[in-house]
């Protein structure tokens, strides 16, 4: 059974170009969370989707955007790149009923790097 | 806003010596996760405490949460090599996914 995956791993852009972050949750899992990774820091919580929309956002500037596709994967796009938006980007997943257990699963993370 | 505080931020031990991480949060919660992170890699689920004195263990480590205090600890038993990494404390709720993270206890392990 695989986790959830995320693609890239790694990439570089130059700033004031735009990026697409792509992630497919654990089988079985309906909602999916972003969140960006500083170096040295802990992780900040982008936004939330479920069913196709999006249920809950973080302090990010609507340069950051998302989507959520009918098979729950989800994308995240960040326009306007600033050198500042160098991370890791974490998808997380749940499952149904996962708000009882605690359960959420991250995947390995995309490293993005903005030269 | 919510804050959560980790201490120390970072920490160096023997093997074999224990040793305690805290965190402390600013607000209400009604859920406390412990994440493990290596070094370029994604976060590891170690506990999920969901009420006032849940306690669990796994291996050395061992987590408690006292929700009064705002405050959770994780224990770490005769520290070995293979736990040296960064521990992230979070806090989240039940309406949200939303979760709120420490900054960070970086604990190297050295014989």
């Known amino acids: 059974d695989a986790g959830v995956t995320q693609s890239p791993t790694h990439l570089i852009k130059t700033r004031g170009q735009q990026v697409t972050l792509r992630c497919s949750p654990k089988s079985g899992h309906d909602t999916v969370s972003w969140y960006q990774q500083a170096l040295g820091q802990g992780p900040q919580f982008i936004f939330q989707y479920y069913e196709e929309e999006e249920r809950q956002r973080g302090n990010f500037p609507d340069r950051f955007s998302g989507h959520q596709f009918p098979n729950y994967s989800s994308e995240l796009n960040v326009n306007a790149l600033l050198l500042g938006d160098s991370a890791l980007y974490l998808c997380a997943s749940r499952p149904p009923g996962g708000r009882d257990t605690g359960e959420l699963f991250f995947g390995e993370g995309s490293r993005l790097t903005v030269l | 806003e919510l804050k959560v505080e980790q201490n120390p931020l970072f920490l160096s031990m023997q093997e074999g010596k224990n040793y305690t991480i805290y965190c402390n949060y600013s607000?209400?919660?009604?859920?406390l996760y412990w994440y493990r992170q290596d070094p370029g890699k994604s976060l590891e689920s170690l506990f999920v405490l969901l009420s006032n004195g849940a306690v669990k263990q796994e291996g050395r480590l061992m987590a408690s949460l006292d929700t009064k205090a705002r405050l959770s600890t994780l224990h770490i038993t005769a520290a070995v090599h293979d736990l040296s990494a960064t521990y992230f404390c979070a806090v989240g709720s039940y309406n949200t996914d939303k979760l709120i993270f420490g900054t960070g206890t970086r604990l190297q392990v050295f014989p």
């Open positions: 607000t209400t919660s009604d859920r």
